[in-house]
Structures are given as structure tokens and as C-alpha cells.
T-cell receptor
């Protein structure tokens, strides 16, 4: 069977609160960053992206912040809903091989009523 | 409408018996990727194609091979599956124009 993997960091929030999920990326040459949401049994689903020439980008209820100095990316979800419960991954692309998308560790978001 | 389609959704094979997973896309993207994802882990890139140009990751076992006969289809062949190959296998596509990659819903492979 499938081997047991690493335990994912978990963020538990109450419905209606704001959520902040953090990610450290590895390659200072990466120039494009994406946040994905993955629900159980499904593939990763695009949430929001940001280029390295920006430090903030907003979508519907979501905001991504990029700090290139410390190679840090965050995803903010406003008014978190039960449907937001999932695993969230940051991913980076660019640098030496611009076709290659590399995922961060992932964070499990649990939303309580 | 599904844009990246993986078949089958669930695949069971026997230890050592070759298995092929398939992926098709309707997006006409020039890049296609195969990832392996184990429980509670991030997807791990196995290899990718830029058109017909194949790019293998250094740590991808030789047991894993891939074919891309045309733009729309890409296959993952596992020549002699071991118990450690049980995982979710994800296919993704990209148009190399700084738009996000599109993922299929994966094939969950079990090894008996």
C-alpha cells in the first residue's frame, strides 16, 4: 500500500475569520508563484498567482503577498468558509528551467463552524 | 468541461505487472507534466515535456517512463511497479505563457 507521508502543518480557523497561510520558497531566481487548493481526491486547483515584479495581488476573497527579500509568500483568505477547507500549496516556477513547477510542503486548512 | 482528463481515476495492478496511466488535454498546451503525490505530501515532479522535448528529473526512477505521441496525449508507464509506487499520479499542462498550470484529477494507483 501507500507509505505514510509527512504530517502536513494544519491551520484551524473559525468560520468568518481571516486565514493566513505562509510559504517559504527556495529559488531566488523564481519569477512566478502560484497558490493551489487541493481537496480530497482531486487535483490541485488554481487560486491566485503573482509575478516577481509585484508584491501584492488581490482576487475574490484572496490576497497573495510576496516578499522577495526573505523568499516568503503568503495567502490570505478573507471571511473563511467551510468550503475553503482543503490543503493549500504554494508553487514556484522560473529560474534555471522555466518549464519546471515545484511545490512547497502544503498546509491543511480546517474551518470550524 | 474537463480540460485535463486522466484515465482511469483508480487503477489497481499487481506487484511487478506493467501499468500505463493516460492523460489527455483539450487546451493545446505545449507543456505536459507528470507528478507523483503520496499521502499528505506535495506533488513531486517526475518529468515533463516541452512539445516533444522530454525532461526527466534526476531522481525519477528508471522504472518510470513516459510517452507523448502528440500534443493532446501523454502516458506514464511503470514497468515493474513496487509497493512504494502506490500513490496518486497527477498530470498537468501549461502554455509557457505565465499562466497557471492546469491539473487533472489524478489516477490513484494501488499495488497488490
Amino acid at each position: 500500500g501507500e507509505s505514510v507521508g509527512l504530517h502536513l502543518p494544519t491551520l484551524s480557523v473559525q468560520e468568518g475569520d481571516n486565514s493566513i497561510i505562509n510559504c517559504a520558497y527556495s529559488n531566488s531566481a523564481s519569477d512566478y508563484f502560484i497558490w493551489y487548493k487541493q481537496e480530497s481526491g482531486k487535483g490541485p486547483q488554481f487560486i491566485i498567482d503573482i509575478r516577481s515584479n509585484m508584491d501584492k495581488r488581490q482576487g475574490q476573497r484572496v490576497t497573495v503577498l510576496l516578499n522577495k527579500t526573505v523568499k516568503h509568500l503568503s495567502l490570505q483568505i478573507a471571511a473563511t468558509q467551510p468550503g475553503d477547507s482543503a490543503v493549500y500549496f504554494c508553487a514556484e516556477i522560473g529560474g534555471y528551467n522555466t518549464d519546471k513547477l515545484i511545490f512547497g510542503t502544503g498546509t491543511r486548512l480546517q474551518v470550524f463552524p | 468541461d474537463a480540460m485535463v482528463i486522466q484515465n482511469p481515476r483508480y487503477q489497481v495492478t499487481q506487484f511487478g505487472k506493467p501499468v500505463t496511466l493516460s492523460c489527455s488535454q483539450t487546451l493545446n498546451h505545449n507543456v505536459m507534466y507528470w507528478y507523483q503525490q503520496k499521502s499528505s505530501q506535495a506533488p513531486k515532479l517526475l518529468f515533463h515535456y516541452y512539445d516533444k522535448d522530454f525532461n526527466n528529473e534526476a531522481d525519477t526512477p528508471d522504472n518510470f517512463q513516459s510517452r507523448r505521441p502528440n500534443t493532446s496525449f501523454c502516458f506514464l508507464d511503470i514497468r515493474s511497479p513496487g509497493l512504494g509506487d502506490a500513490a496518486m499520479y497527477l498530470c498537468a499542462t501549461w502554455d509557457s505563457d505565465n499562466q497557471p498550470q492546469h491539473f487533472g484529477d489524478g489516477t490513484r494507483l494501488s499495488i497488490l
